[in-house]
């Protein structure tokens, strides 16, 4: 595309494997027949499968889990709060790799299209020879996000965990008199003796205790 291209998120240079040239399929959301017609005959042309072909972007997230394409492509000449709302809940719900093609190079909407989860933005004109360079970087992009939230999430669950067995640790020290490396034992032998994760004994220590102080 001539004109602008941001990518989302990182700007580091990655590696692309092979998966960055497999065939793809697509979903293209256009709201000019004619040109949907080019941009998705030059789609073709480097392999990929189209799914289907959407004038707008209502309804997008159900679309998208029910059609299950690997890249969203949206090209608009001036995509509406409606149409980045609808983009976010895809994102929100069910990720993929979304690119948008827009004529216009304003900066307020790049940063609202890269806020609703764009991998990449190409404003300008459309120059179908670099389709493959766009959609290559909007995957890596997107994977490396998608690595990166995952992360994010697996931080957060343990820390919410630790948290819950702490409670649980304090609860037995208090209740028990025991140290806390006994306090600490005691739920791991519990956890070993019924086959529960730590966590969960945790939480039954707490639940229970809930359950005792409801009762009066």
């Known amino acids: ?21 497999m065939a793809l399929k697509i979903m293209l959301v256009d709201d000019q027949p004619p040109r949907a017609a080019i941009l998705e005959r030059a789609l073709i042309d480097e392999g990929h499968e189209i799914l289907c072909r959407l004038t707008s972007a209502a309804g997008l997230a159900e679309k998208v889990h029910s059609s299950n394409p690997d890249v969203v492509i949206v090209d608009m000449d001036a995509p509406d709060r409606d149409t980045l709302e609808s983009m976010a809940l895809v994102q929100r719900d069910i990720p993929r790799p979304m690119v948008m093609f827009c004529n216009q190079d304003d900066e307020d909407l790049i940063v609202a299209a890269l806020r609703a989860g764009v991998s990449a ?16 970087v909007a995957t890596a992009r997107f994977r490396e996000y998608q690595a ?33 490396q ?22 039954s220590v707490l639940d229970y205790a809930e359950m005792l102080k409801a009762q009066g």
């Open 182 to 203: 006994d306090a600490y034992s005691t739920l791991r032998r519990q956890a070993m003796n019924s086959g529960q994760p730590l966590i969960q004994v945790a939480q």
């Open 1 to 21: 595309m001539t004109g602008t291209t941001v990518a989302n998120q990182s700007s580091n240079t990655q590696s692309l494997d092979a998966s960055d040239t």
């Open 121 to 136: 933005y190409v404003a300008g004109e459309t120059d179908l020879a670099r389709v493959r360079g766009v959609m290559r």
């Open 148 to 180: 990166l939230r995952e992360e994010l999430e697996q931080t957060r669950e343990a820390l919410a965990e630790r948290k819950v067995i702490e409670r649980a640790k304090g609860l037995l020290m208090q209740r028990r008199r025991l140290n806390e």
